[in-house]
């Protein structure tokens, strides 16, 4: 194998299959070449008379900084992609670089030796929402980009005339699943108790603390305010504040002089972010469901019908989605988990859910326990959805818990907020295409068409 510096190499590399992956490398090799990237995949690249394994092979030994590996188990059982991720795990040890390879899961796939282990890019709950993971993880990774001389490949002009696909040189909104953190306490507080206490009961207590704290040691950190904490936690001690930091700047730097290192100090904040997250959640009367990393606030009968339709949208352009109900013989449940972040600025990743119950005369009965049942129904049931179905319920989700209300107000001391806009931030590609979701608003909500799909043997993670 050739040898060349890792400085030099600069290309992302589409591992794929042909032609069942085209049409998503289609969409997205122009929007990362959009984003300043140097693409390669073979619909684009590779012209008439070219040995064009070849040319894929030296690519990829010699000039690829990353492989994007398309995932499904289509594509992973094509001997042609099984020689990619063999050399790409050979470059792994050469380069030492151990996220060499990215897997875009495409759908559940079976894993794989030598990949199965990778943290994959989820671009199953919609391609734009998976688009935004990936530029994330290139921009961590500090894939080489140029932003000042923007190129999309001339060559997709060709493909387009060959193959009948349009790529048009137009801007095309992105919804994402992210909504923005506005506001945010200046101050976070390390409070002490002036004597001794039992550490067992005082960690419960900061558990249900109603306005949240991260025990650290033999106190804990908190957005609230000395008299907070002295009132609700009298039972446990007279406490004093030790400690306090600029919030910026403890994520940002840690807090040295209690030994506590950035990545800790954002970890015990992002705690506390997801603590108010869930407690204003319950407050709504959502149903709180545990899955096997986190969890995830479900839609009930008293917010919505089966069968309801919930408006969302702005004045003019309202739009309507079910949050609840019945398919394949089960009332399925929208819902969302909340995951606070802080990259590249403060937001929350809004998770979609779905949860299945049996149906108990016209309304929802228990939820059903078993895993693989529910794995198979969302697979048969959500198979169907469309990116802009996903999207929509969400809207709809936010919009029916805060009505007219623009933000979403997440107490976390008696004078002290997180603030988050109720609207997921909107992206915009600098190019589209004709391939992405273009269903019309009747399409969109069509139940009896939309909740179908592959047979229910098929299955999907929860994750």
Not at 218 to 226: E, Q, T
Not at 334 to 349: N, Q
Not at 350 to 363: I, T
Not at 377 to 406: I, M, P, T, Y
Request: aromatic share 10%; glycine share 6%.
């Amino acid at each position: 194998m050739p040898t060349v510096s890792p400085s030099l190499r600069n290309v992302v590399f589409i591992s794929k299959a042909t032609p069942g992956d085209d049409e998503f490398a289609l969409w997205l090799a122009p929007r990362l070449e959009a984003a300043g990237y140097t693409v390669y995949a073979d619909i684009i690249r590779l012209e008439p008379g070219v040995r064009w394994r070849q040319e894929l092979t030296n690519t990829l030994q010699s000039k690829a900084v990353k492989m994007l590996l398309c995932a499904r188990d289509s594509t992973l059982s094509r001997n042609g992609v099984q020689e990619e991720i063999g050399i790409a795990e050979d470059l792994t040890r050469e380069l030492k670089d151990p996220k060499f390879i990215i897997p875009l899961r495409l759908e559940r796939y079976k894993k794989v030796f030598g990949i199965g282990e990778l943290q994959f890019i989820d671009f199953t709950n919609g391609w734009a929402n998976g688009l935004n993971q990936l530029l994330d993880a290139l921009e961590k990774e500090k894939v080489p980009r140029d932003t000042s001389n923007i190129r999309i490949s001339p060559n997709w002009e060709q493909y387009r005339q060959r193959n009948g696909v349009l790529i048009k040189n137009e801007p095309e909104p992105l919804t994402s699943n992210w909504l923005r953190v506005v506001e945010i306490p200046e101050t976070i507080r390390y409070f002490s108790p002036k004597g001794a206490i039992d550490h067992a009961s005082f960690a419960k207590a900061c558990g249900k603390f109603r306005f949240h704290g991260q025990v650290h040691e033999r106190g804990f950190f908190s957005f609230a305010s000395l008299n907070d904490v002295n009132r609700e936690l009298a039972h446990i001690a007279s406490f004093e504040i030790s400690h306090e930091c600029d919030t910026l700047s403890f994520v940002r730097n840690g807090f040295p002089d209690k030994n506590i290192e950035a990545r800790e100090a954002s970890n015990f904040v992002k705690s506390i972010f997801r603590k108010a997250w869930e407690a204003w959640a319950i407050n709504a009367g959502l149903l709180r469901i545990e899955y096997s990393k986190d969890a995830a606030f479900h839609i009930t009968k008293d917010q919505a019908g089966i069968g309801q339709r919930i408006p969302w949208g702005v004045q003019g352009e309202k739009r309507s989605s079910m949050l609840r109900n019945i398919a394949r013989k089960h009332v399925w449940s929208f819902g969302v988990t909340g995951i606070p972040s802080f990259w590249p600025y403060y937001h929350f990743k809004m998770k979609s859910r779905v949860l299945f119950s049996e149906v108990s005369g016209d309304e929802a009965g228990p939820v059903l326990q078993k895993k693989d049942a529910q794995h198979r129904l969302r697979r048969s049931v959500c198979k169907g959805w469309r990116n802009k179905q996903w999207h929509g319920r969400l809207r709809a989700f936010l919009e029916l818990l805060v009505g007219d209300s623009a933000y979403i107000t997440l107490p976390v001391g008696s004078h002290a907020d997180i603030k988050l806009e109720a609207v997921p931030i909107f992206f915009t590609s600098p190019v589209t295409t004709d391939l992405p979701d273009i269903a019309d608003d009747a399409a969109e909500e069509a139940d009896d068409t939309t909740i179908t799909g592959p047979t229910p043997n098929e299955e999907e993670d929860d994750e």
